[in-house]
């Protein structure tokens, strides 16, 4: 006589239907160098003193870091003109935004994203068990009138990727400041700027000015982009400071650590190395934007460190070019999972890596 097994715990049920977030690919077993091109790192490397103050940092990991990061936020205060009380800091901003989603929205509620938006938008809501609400974009471009059309007593949270990832788009301060000025005052947006230090265009603004004077606004930023901190996972956020009492409140104690708050308060110091970061973006992405194209690619315009280029039907299509870049050991992202099959997103590399890429390409498209 069998004896039945006894029933295991179970997790909610929104928790179950939630598809876990796949990150981009980072190794090719066997080879000896692969070209990572699939998860927007930076091209550079972090800054020299940011490596500096982690290795110093190596002889306190004993310690237990400072669970307010009051140096970084003071730091982030004086690079920026904030007040550091309104600054919460995270573990990227993954879990910032995963804060938002739980302290704000809950089962019953409703939270919108755009249809090409990151996918850490949906996942937070789900696991904070409010509805993801996708919202049909324009020309690969969130559409606040669109948004705004899709918005009911239900809806807690906004989250606007601004650039987004993985189109590459973004929306001018005009189209950011109308969408708010339209939206209940009891819903937060969430302007997620995590590409912000590489936009070269003048109707561009991050979020600091509504964060700063707007009770239901917050800005996301991060290190793992620019500053190319992405291995130690420091994000942060700005908003009211009830916004910010209440992200305290529930945030990890200790959730940034130490030698990651010592690297970042170095990083934001060493503003030449910031530049050529920049700079070096704002010259290698239009190269390879313009070589896609002549290859007879299409590229989205995009103002973030990446490129996303759609492909033709098999055998040419986008799978396909994956694979065949992956036979040469470089690495990049398909983007079915955003709701965009037909498209690979191409981080901007070195000047080396690029020109590896568009080679590869030329050599898929030719075949």
Known sequence: MTSKKPPAPAPHQY???IAPYVPGEAKIGGAQRVIRLASNESALGPSPKAIAAYREAATE???YPDGGSTELRQAIAAHFGLDADRIVCGTGSDELIALIARCYAGPGDEVLCSRHGFLMYPIAAQAAGA????????????????MLAHVTPRTRVVFLA??????????????VMRLHRDLPKTTILVLDAAYAEFVARNDYEPGLELAASEPNVVMLRTFSKIHALAGLRVGWCY????????????RGTFNVGLPAQAAAIASLADRASLQRAHDHNNRWRPWLEDQLRGLGLEVNP??????????GRAPKDAAAAQEFLRSRFILV???????????LRITVGTADENRIVVAALSEFVGA
């Open 61 to 63: 990991i004993f310690r």
């Open 15 to 17: 928790i179950s239907d």
């Open 162 to 175: 601004n650039p987004n990832n993985p189109t590459g788009t973004y929306l001018s301060r005009a189209a």
């Open 239 to 250: 908003g009211s400071a009830a916004l910010a009492e209440v992200l305290n409140r529930t």
């Open 131 to 146: 509805a993801p609400v996708s919202v049909p974009e324009q020309n690969l471009t969130t559409d606040p009138d669109a």
């Open 302 to 311: 995009g103002v973030a460190n990446f490129v996303l280029v759609k492909f």
């Open 333 to 343: 992202r398909q983007v079915g999972a955003y709701h965009l099959p037909q498209y």
